[in-house]
């Protein structure tokens, strides 16, 4: 299975509302990122998080990470209907050599 | 633009064929990786190459099979296709194995 699980599955809210999504992942990590998906195009990477760190910003974004949770959270402010799309945590393990995928979570806000 | 090109963006073909998906990783990436995406199965690693060696393997099915070139381009050969097989098939590269990878935009496959 997926080293990375997001919750909810899908997500609904309104324009104007925060949108907050989380990961769980199984085993040690070296860093943790977030993708966005629009539909039919390709993931494109939002914010890496170190094991390190606890929480990271980048404009309306705020990731938090737990290692002694093995979770993290995505938050979006102030939402958009551009907003709109697949969000995917992907997570580093130490000698693994690649990034794990999880499921995603899908944002729909409405305008 | 992320950078990494895929050829064609879309493909159509009857079960049994086979086809074979290119991909261009960002300029100066070394490692590319292969993903599935269909609606059931979600995005689906199946392989990575390093620097034209396989470095890592997914849920690759024994019908698919890639390589890494000198040039660093990738290709995905699927053979012996299935209706089953219908789905996105993105390429991303990245600068070596755990940094941020940057996804094409895929190649829609469909098989009838």
């Known amino acids: 299975s997926q080293q990375g699980e997001e919750d909810p599955q899908a997500l609904s809210i309104q324009e104007g509302e925060n949108a907050t999504m989380n990961c769980s992942y199984k085993?040690?990590?070296?860093?943790l990122q977030w993708y966005r998906q629009n539909s039919g195009r390709g993931l494109v990477h939002l914010i890496l998080?170190?094991?390190?760190?606890r929480e990271k910003h980048s404009g309306r974004l705020r990731v938090t990470l737990d290692t002694s949770k093995k979770s993290s959270s995505l938050l979006i402010t102030a939402s958009r209907a551009a907003d709109t799309a697949s969000y995917f945590c992907?997570?580093?393990?130490f000698g693994a050599g690649k990034s794990t995928f999880g499921d995603g979570t899908t944002l729909t806000v409405k305008p | 633009d992320s950078g990494v090109t895929q050829t064609p963006k879309h493909l159509i073909t009857a079960t049994g064929q086979r086809v074979t998906l290119r991909c261009s990783p960002r300029?100066?990436?070394?490692?590319v990786y292969w993903y599935q995406q269909s609606l059931d199965q979600g995005l689906q690693f199946l392989i990575q190459?390093?620097?034209?060696?396989?470095?890592a393997k997914g849920n690759i099915l024994e019908r698919f099979s890639a390589q890494q070139f000198p040039d660093l381009h990738s290709e995905l050969n699927l053979s012996s296709l299935e209706l089953g097989d219908s789905a996105l098939y993105f390429c991303?590269?990245?600068?070596?194995?755990?940094?941020?990878?940057?996804f094409g935009p895929g190649t829609r496959l469909l098989v009838l």
């Open positions: 991303a590269s990245s600068t070596s194995g755990q940094e941020t990878q940057y």
């Open positions: 085993t040690s990590i070296n860093n």
């Open positions: 998080i170190r094991s390190n760190e």
């Open positions: 992907a997570t580093d393990r």
């Open positions: 300029s100066g990436d070394l490692s």
């Open positions: 190459y390093y620097n034209g060696e396989e470095r």
